[in-house]
């Protein structure tokens, strides 16, 4: 039978942007059926001196395969949200034929430090088109309420096989393609994503099968989502497409751009994209760059030196076992060629300042030390010396934090408070052994609302819900408002925080994460008027309220 929740005397920030008023919100089945005082109903909530909010929508994440294992999407159920996008930047499991499986493993281990250990025990593989891979995930059910792009890289290997590295696609090619993404659509798809970013590159070391792509294969799957008269573009952009390309391409198209993404550097370059931005929105073009409030910092070993595979030459080291890893490392002209290749200007050299040890077994008193500190001491170059304190280790397991963008606060103040900049980049899912931000949700609300107040509480939670909603066509979500689905969130602005993060083993063939699963201040969450978080606690697992959701057409 249906029963009648009201969270009572709440402060209701409805996510329109609005000024919030102490409310009664009344659920019942999925819906939101009443707003206002002393509302009458079966069970009931006090949220006096807390916020009642629409559930946060994260519109880039990698949830892809870890929907199979943890319907909850944790650790992001935990930080409010009740709907997620994934396959961001491309990078999907569907389509996928059997044959192509362990190519698409390595690829995500390479690009979004995924263990295929743990792909390859957690994923059913019980499907082959992008439409077959969502109805799977519906029968399985989900916690939170998902969606997911259809991402070029899976789409290239589906068509061209092996040879989806190393060429462009041929006219027939890009029509099986473009067919593909218009069936993927008409299956309920959030869209076409895609990455020409110089940092993406697979398990071969070379640029992924989407940077391969020409204008012609990329306006072609473009064109496929506009026609379908929904969804959304995901560009990661870089050589192939650039931030300027999108104002080009997206008036042609019809779908609108979300562009990964628009952060600060220290070379400022985030000012000029600012105003070719505000130069496309004038023009009414339909392009959101995505911002973040987190500093892009990675927790990596020299295993797997993410940050410093921009570099070719290290690039060159991705197919190595460790001994050829070990090798090059210990050589002078190594060194030497890829120093050379960071002085040639033609990728921004590593921030040498920014980069700290966080875990050196035989050298554990380099531990919370900045490489430059440890280069002057032995009195050679940072990049000797880290590379010296990496030979130190056996297994190369050292293990450093660097940052490289997005730490100047009058910066992210400016983009956060931009129009037509969406907040993204959280890539929950991803990159699960180097970083956790995941918590981005909390930390817009602790660190930029209440401490430094560069947004408002209501613009803030406009920002996490009905701009997210509207900008994918999510109807009735993002909204408090009755008649809209019941995804909602209560938590306490003076306290919320996004807690501790951890290191853990709790992945299928006892792969390793970095998660945050406290945070502070986060008291209920509902998603399709289900409770399914109460004060940092998972409720009962079996209960998989969330949906598969897809956008509906552009009006």
Same mark, same amino acid.
């Given at each position: 039978?249906?029963?009648?929740?009201?969270?009572?005397?709440?402060?209701?920030?409805?996510?329109?942007?609005?000024?919030?008023?102490?409310?009664?919100?009344?659920?019942?089945?999925?819906?939101?059926?009443?707003?206002?005082?002393?509302?009458?109903?079966?069970?009931?909530?006090?949220?006096?001196?807390?916020?009642?909010?629409?559930?946060?929508?994260?519109?880039?994440?990698?949830?892809?395969?870890?929907?199979?294992?943890?319907?909850?999407?944790?650790?992001?159920?935990?930080?409010? /949200?009740?709907?997620?996008?994934?396959?961001?930047?491309?990078?999907?499991?569907?389509?996928?034929?059997?044959?192509?499986?362990?190519?698409?493993?390595?690829?995500?281990?390479?690009?979004?430090?995924?263990?295929?250990?743990?792909?390859?025990?957690?994923?059913?593989?019980?499907?082959?088109?992008?439409?077959?891979?969502?109805?799977? /995930?519906?029968?399985?059910?989900?916690?939170?309420?998902?969606?997911?792009?259809?991402?070029?890289?899976?789409?290239?290997?589906?068509?061209?096989?092996?040879?989806?590295?190393?060429? /462009?696609?041929?006219?027939?090619?890009?029509?099986?393609?473009?067919?593909?993404?218009?069936?993927?659509?008409?299956?309920?798809?959030?869209?076409?994503?895609?990455?020409?970013?110089?940092?993406?590159?697979?398990?071969?070391?070379?640029?992924?099968?989407?940077?391969?792509?020409?204008?012609?294969?990329?306006?072609?799957?473009?064109?496929?989502?506009?026609?379908?008269?929904?969804?959304?573009?995901?560009?990661?952009?870089?050589?192939?497409?650039?931030?300027?390309?999108?104002?080009?391409?997206?008036?042609?198209?019809?779908?609108?751009?979300?562009?990964?993404?628009?952060?600060?550097?220290?070379?400022?370059?985030?000012?000029?994209?600012?105003?070719?931005?505000?130069?496309?929105?004038?023009?009414?073009?339909?392009?959101?760059?995505?911002?973040?409030?987190?500093?892009?910092?990675?927790?990596?070993?020299? /295993?797997?030196?993410?940050?410093?595979?921009?570099?070719?030459?290290?690039?060159? =080291?991705?197919?190595?076992?460790?001994?050829?890893?070990?090798?090059?490392?210990?050589?002078?002209?190594?060194?030497?060629?890829?120093?050379?290749?960071?002085?040639?200007?033609?990728?921004?050299?590593?921030?040498?300042?920014?980069?700290?040890?966080?875990?050196?077994?035989?050298?554990?008193?380099?531990?919370?030390?900045?490489?430059?500190?440890?280069?002057?001491?032995?009195?050679?170059?940072?990049?000797?010396? *880290?590379?010296?304190?990496?030979?130190?280790?056996?297994?190369?397991? @050292?293990?450093?934090?660097?940052?490289?963008?997005?730490?100047?606060?009058?910066?992210?103040?400016?983009?956060?408070?931009?129009?037509?900049?969406? @907040?993204?980049?959280?890539?929950?899912?991803?990159?699960?052994?180097?970083?956790?931000?995941?918590?981005?949700?909390?930390?817009?609300?602790?660190?930029?609302?209440?401490?430094?107040?560069?947004?408002? =509480?209501?613009?803030?939670?406009?920002? *996490?819900?009905?701009?997210?909603?509207?900008?994918?066509?999510?109807?009735?979500?993002?909204?408090?408002?009755?008649?809209?689905?019941?995804?909602?969130?209560?938590?306490?602005?003076?306290?919320?925080?996004?807690?501790?993060?951890?290191?853990?083993?709790?992945?299928?063939?006892?792969?390793?994460?970095?998660?945050?699963?406290?945070?502070?201040?986060?008291?209920?969450?509902?998603?399709?008027?289900?409770?399914?978080?109460?004060?940092?606690?998972? @409720?009962?697992?079996?209960?998989?309220?969330?949906?598969?959701?897809?956008?509906?057409?552009?009006?």
């Amino acid at each position: 039978m249906s029963r009648t929740i009201v969270i009572r005397h709440g402060l209701v920030v409805d996510g329109t942007g609005r000024p919030g008023r102490v409310a009664d919100v009344a659920l019942r089945d999925d819906r939101i059926v009443a707003i206002g005082e002393n509302l009458d109903g079966d069970e009931f909530i006090d949220a006096t001196g807390r916020v009642v909010a629409p559930g946060f929508i994260d519109i880039h994440t990698h949830y892809d395969a870890q929907v199979f294992w943890d319907p909850a999407l944790t650790p992001s159920c935990y930080h409010g /949200v009740t709907t997620v996008v994934a396959g961001n930047c491309g990078f999907t499991i569907a389509p996928t034929r059997a044959d192509d499986r362990d190519l698409i493993a390595r690829t995500m281990e390479k690009v979004e430090d995924m263990d295929p250990a743990t792909l390859n025990a957690g994923i059913p593989w019980d499907f082959e088109s992008f439409g077959e891979y969502l109805r799977s /995930v519906e029968r399985r059910g989900t916690t939170l309420n998902f969606a997911s792009y259809i991402g070029h890289t899976a789409l290239r290997i589906y068509v061209m096989g092996h040879e989806a590295v190393g060429r /462009v696609a041929t006219d027939e090619e890009i029509d099986r393609m473009a067919t593909i993404v218009r069936d993927a659509m008409n299956d309920g798809a959030a869209g076409f994503a895609s990455s020409f970013a110089v940092t993406h590159r697979g398990a071969d070391g070379q640029p992924i099968p989407s940077r391969w792509a020409d204008r012609r294969e990329i306006d072609a799957l473009c064109a496929a989502v506009g026609d379908s008269g929904r969804g959304v573009i995901g560009v990661n952009g870089g050589e192939n497409l650039t931030l300027p390309d999108c104002y080009e391409l997206q008036p042609r198209i019809g779908a609108p751009i979300t562009f990964t993404a628009l952060l600060t550097t220290s070379q400022g370059t985030h000012l000029k994209a600012a105003e070719i931005h505000r130069a496309g929105v004038a023009r009414g073009v339909e392009v959101w760059p995505q911002v973040s409030c987190r500093p892009l910092s990675f927790s990596q070993t020299m /295993v797997e030196p993410f940050t410093l595979n921009i570099n070719p030459v290290f690039a060159e =080291l991705m197919p190595l076992d460790l001994a050829g890893r070990r090798a090059a490392y210990a050589d002078p002209a190594w060194r030497e060629r890829a120093l050379a290749f960071w002085a040639s200007g033609q990728v921004l050299s590593p921030r040498w300042d920014a980069f700290e040890i966080m875990e050196a077994p035989s050298s554990p008193e380099l531990i919370g030390r900045r490489v430059t500190q440890i280069a002057d001491e032995m009195g050679v170059g940072p990049f000797d010396a *880290l590379l010296e304190a990496t030979l130190r280790e056996p297994d190369l397991k @050292l293990r450093v934090k660097a940052l490289l963008a997005n730490d100047d606060i009058d910066g992210i103040t400016m983009l956060l408070n931009t129009e037509q900049c969406t @907040l993204g980049l959280s890539d929950a899912g991803a990159h699960v052994g180097q970083l956790c931000d995941a918590v981005l949700p909390t930390d817009l609300l602790g660190v930029w609302v209440r401490e430094r107040r560069a947004l408002t =509480l209501e613009d803030a939670v406009h920002k *996490l819900t009905k701009v997210q909603a509207d900008l994918f066509g999510f109807t009735d979500r993002g909204e408090i408002r009755v008649g809209a689905h019941a995804d909602i969130v209560v938590f306490d602005p003076e306290t919320v925080a996004p807690g501790p993060v951890s290191r853990v083993r709790d992945f299928p063939a006892d792969g390793e994460r970095l998660t945050a699963s406290q945070p502070s201040g986060m008291h209920h969450l509902f998603v399709n008027g289900v409770e399914v978080v109460r004060d940092g606690r998972l @409720l009962d697992s079996s209960t998989r309220p969330g949906r598969v959701v897809s956008p509906d057409p552009r009006r």
